[in-house]
T-cell receptor, first 116, second 111 residues
Framework: NAGVTQTPKFQVLKTGQSMTLQCAQD?????MYWYRQDPGMGLRLIYYSASEGTTDKGEVPNGYNVSRLNKREFSLRLESAAPSQTSVYFCASPRGGLAETTGELFFGEGSRLTVL | RKEVEQDPGPFNVPEGATVAFNCTYSNSASQSFFWYRQDCRKEPKLLMSVYSSGNEDGRFTAQLNRASQYISLLIRDSKLSDSATYLC????????????FGAGTRLFVKA
């Protein structure tokens, strides 16, 4: 899926360490999202960005910060990682932008993060 | 109560079987409905949108019942390649963006 690219694909952190997950999309979409996926919980929205320069909290924002660097890139930062943040993180972008919720969501391949 | 609920399964069916997945949602203002497919350790991908009139795509049929707040997915003539997790997704754009994913139903199709 060349549309949405995430890095890194795997990361192991110790409690208290910080790291940034990078996401880039080449589809010229306005909106970008960060989800986390945990067993039995489904995907939960962490933060989203409706357009360049704007970000908003989703369902589970605590412990995370985001930055919409430009239209292509949306990064997710863990300032002080905790074991509860062990999860699979997905970046996504919908066709048509935030208001067009009838559009398809394109996901990156995911980033598997383990916090020890 | 979760906003989108699915039977977690797993469903174990033989090739050629017909299998149905159900999903209920709690937000009556929901506007858009989808089924996504997620293969093991992969990202979710759109399988099909769900329309009020119901829609069919080959062996797959999706139905929506707004009165009961219920969505279904029917897979006929199951193939080995249908083995995956199926995610029910509900979106609304009232009071802010909201797309809610169900936890998914796991399907195993056996030869």
């Amino acid at each position: 899926n060349a549309g949405v690219t995430q890095t890194p694909k795997f990361q192991v952190l110790k409690t208290g360490q910080s790291m940034t997950l990078q996401c880039a999309q080449d589809m010229n979409h306005n909106s970008m999202y960060w989800y986390r996926q945990d067993p039995g919980m489904g995907l939960r929205l962490i933060y989203y960005s409706a357009s360049e320069g704007t970000t908003d909290k989703g369902e589970v924002p605590n412990g995370y910060n985001v930055s919409r660097l430009n239209k292509r890139e949306f990064s997710l930062r863990l300032e002080s990682a905790a074991p509860s943040q062990t999860s699979v993180y997905f970046c996504a972008s919908p066709r048509g932008g935030l208001a067009e919720t009838t559009g398809e969501l394109f996901f990156g391949e995911g980033s598997r993060l383990t916090v020890l | 109560r979760k906003e989108v609920e699915q039977d977690p399964g797993p469903f174990n069916v033989p090739e050629g079987a017909t299998v149905a997945f159900n999903c209920t949602y709690s937000n009556s203002a929901s506007q858009s409905f989808f089924w996504y497919r997620q293969d093991c350790r992969k990202e979710p991908k759109l399988l099909m949108s769900v329309y009020s009139s119901g829609n069919e795509d080959g062996r797959f049929t999706a139905q929506l019942n707004r009165a009961s707040q219920y969505i279904s997915l029917l897979i006929r003539d199951s193939k080995l390649s249908d083995s995956a997790t199926y995610l029910c997704v509900v979106s609304s754009n009232t009071g802010g963006f909201k797309t809610i994913f169900g936890a998914g139903t796991r399907l195993f199709v056996k030869a």
